[in-house]
């Protein structure tokens, strides 16, 4: 199938998640989409499979104009996707999974189930899968329920398949099972888009490379005489001019440190986590999303337990404790997901904004509640970070995303604490919002505490970070120190794999 | 207009029933309010303060977040546990009135922390085990009042009459127990523990997101536990002001019939568990049942047409006090 999409673009808001976007997709061919989170590849997709409808620019399928209305419009024409979180029902059976929604019918509207597993007998065959139909889904292993996503598509009769991030949740086993698969597909004629942030898997996979930056396409080139380093510099791209300088502090004293850390359920088989941060100093963590940050991000907080090796907040040992106490000794934590771990959002900005003050009995006299210092509490943190609310009584969800990150960081710093836990604490904020918080952090800094940021952000790592760690799979890197490290050095740690360690050496000795 | 649609559709309702408004209305209002020296209008304060009592212990949980409709089988606990008691402590007079609020009490909270327990320990959700313990509470008292605590003499499935001290006396010169001064201390505690409290503040902040209460540090576990136990300790609470003021002894069955769980819960959703409505709306229930069997007795309405009226007034009020509630919860967004 030939597809084209030509001149996309969509604004979320403000923001232009998309700004022209033209791709060209070839049959007999495997392309793949690289770029960094919110570099606009999921967004572009959506538009292509009919879920995101508000759009300007035109689709065309074999050189005819098509548009959409839902994406049943999109599998009609011959599209199909695999979402990288499954839409499986978990009791029901293989085939039943496969064929609902296009069900074959016989008379009286019974359904006709040995067509359909005729029918699904035979794109086994072809295709060389081996799966039993009649088994239910919730005894799968992930490899083989994404093995029914993808026959989903084909049982549709898809000429266009969209995998999103496909390897993620994969074992090495079974990502190679998957590549084969799709280079039969390629020669049954299809086309495959495979969206990924892994560049090695693109280079061995993959006929054609299209890389994404900030909603737009950087280059789109056959995947012949491209390198792994030419891709890697296009997804981070070249560095924004620095407005904010840091001023030079000797760190103080180790006020977290991570000891031989093995965490519970990392997304992936790494090694245990080593890390110090000192008081005045900052320290990055920088990675694509998925890579194990938010799992050594909630042990720190206390959201996950370990296996072996210990925390030490402030010198203190509060592996087994718990949040509370934790946030006692010296903890904050600026949250990623701020709807939901953030704020309560049903909740007055007065009760939000004091929960953490509430919790170490600042704000109570014994059961009660002080509600005029709640009040002015809040009315105090409004004012100093610029919170555009009408009172502190109204509820959290009428605030703006930017507002409501700038009350959560406004919170969290009040408490003091010595740790700092920042976990991409300007995602989806407007640039006067990124300013200001950048600047909170660094005057803590400059106060003495210690912070480790976690962001997929490399611009926002290099402006702050006294030193910067990256990780990838599961695994932390050696820490660099930010002026001896280049973003290409760091993009390539990033992107690649960690048993490539002639590239990682090269680098260690730079 | 929807007063007048109301009107009409009652009119219609009466006049298949083949009994007139003014008259139906009028024995509506008496057995609600009125009767020989306001005796209905005791009944009805007497049955709003176990409807009240029922629906505070729902909104307490529900506001956590804790979908307890396991109401009815704390309540019954806390009825038991107080007949029990009562009659076999040996304790008299006011000594005897606390011990038996007190162990309804404990009896009560201790069922419902039984349900947190399946939630937190065995993942049974619970809304689940707090539906499913209904039916060993009611059970379990019925197999003792049936079998080993039973009043032979009497003939019925139930313990012996309490002694008369410890029967919850009438307000002077009138046919009202005291049963309703211990709500109405109960609301105003509530009142205070839903918005001036730690524990209420924790409760709110853990119904409304529990991961953001959890990441701020407030202690699910206990927080979990600590309002199972105070919902059920209400319920239990109304279960023994059932016992030592309106039946003086347990009666199987006595508590589960009326209902007053059920329509407790249904009494906190309709007011979107606001919790100052909880007393309005807790009267309302009881004026409507009162008022309905009344309609009844003396209209010759026959009791599924008023049972009928019943539920027809329930859903107009609802519409309009759902309204209400969403207006207001809009006019706070749109700031």
Known sequence: MFAQLHDISVNFGEVRALDSVSL???????????????????????????????????????????????????????????????????????????????????????????????????LLETYNFSINLHQTVDKLSVGQRQMVEILKTLYRSAELIILDEPTAVLTPAER????????????????????????????????????????????????????????????????????????????????????????????????????????????????????????????????????????????????????????????????????????????????????????????????????????????????????????????????????????????????????????????????????????????MRENGHAILLVSSDLDEILTLSDRVLVMFESELSQSFCTEKVTREELGKLMLMKASDKKEKKKINTA | MTALSLFFILLLLLNLADASFFEASQAFLKSAFGGRRYAYLYVTISRCALITGMAIAALIAFRAGLINIGGEGQLVIGGFAAAFVSIYSGVTGVPGIILAILSAMIGGGLWAVLAGLMKLKLGVPILVGTLLLNYPARYITSYFVSHPFRDVASGMPQTLLLDKSLWLPFIEGTRLDTGFIFILIVYGFVLIYSHRSVPGYHAKMTGLSIEFAATSGINIFSTTLKTLAFSGAIAGLVGAIAVLGIHHRFTDGMLVQPLYAWTGIVAALLINLVPWAILPAGFFFASLTSGASGMERTADVPKEIAIIIQGIIILFVASRATGIASDTKNKEEGN
């Not at chain 1, 085939?95 to 699904?120: R, T, V, W």
């Not at chain 1, 509490?377 to 009172?391: C, H």
């Open chain 1, 24 to 122: 060209d997709i070839s049959p007999n061919q495997i392309h793949a989409v690289v770029g960094e989170n919110g570099a606009g590849k999921s967004t572009l997709m959506s538009v292509l499979f009919g879920l995101n409808v508000n759009y300007g620019g035109q689709i065309f399928i074999n050189d005819t104009r098509k548009t959409w209305a839902t994406p049943s419009d999109a599998i009609k024409a011959g599209i199909g996707m695999v979402h990288q979180h499954f839409m499986l029902i978990e009791s029901m059976t293989v085939l039943e999974n496969i064929i609902l929604g296009s069900e074959p019918n016989k008379y009286l509207g019974f359904l006709d189930f040995q067509l359909a597993e005729k029918k699904i007998s035979n």
């Open chain 1, 176 to 443: 190679l099972d998957l590549f084969n698969s799709l280079q039969d597909f390629k020669n049954a004629g299809k086309s495959i888009i495979l969206i990924t942030h892994k560049i090695d898997e693109v280079i061995a996979n993959a006929d054609h490379v299209s890389v994404m930056r900030a909603g737009q396409l950087i280059s789109s080139l056959p995947i012949d005489g491209t390198s792994q380093t030419q891709i890697s510099e296009e997804i981070v791209g070249v560095s924004k001019t620095k407005s904010i300088s840091r001023k030079k502090i000797k760190a103080g004293s180790v006020k977290l440190n991570l000891s031989n850390l093995d965490i519970l359920g990392m997304p992936q088989i790494g090694n245990a986590f080593n890390l110090e941060v000192k008081a005045s100093e900052i320290v990055g963590i920088a990675g694509v999303a998925g890579n194990g940050q938010s799992e050594l991000i909630e042990a720190i907080i206390g959201l996950r337990s370990s296996k072996s090796g210990f925390i030490e907040i402030c010198s203190r040992d509060v592996t087994g404790a718990d949040i509370s106490t934790r946030r006692d000794v010296g903890l904050c934590y600026i949250p990623e997901d701020r709807q939901k771990r953030g704020l309560a959002l049903g909740a007055q900005l007065s009760e939000n904004a004091s929960i953490s003050s509430l919790v170490s009995k600042a704000f109570s006299k014994g059961p009660f509640l002080r509600k005029t210092k709640i009040r002015n509490f809040t009315e105090g943190l409004i004012k100093k970070f610029d919170v555009k609310a009408s009172s502190p009584s109204a509820l959290a969800s009428s605030l703006s995303g930017g507002n409501k990150q700038k009350l959560i960081i406004a919170r969290e710093l009040s408490l003091e604490s010595d740790v700092i836990i920042a976990e991409n604490p300007t995602w989806g904020v407007d640039l006067g919002a990124i300013n200001q918080i950048h600047h909170e952090l660094l005057s």
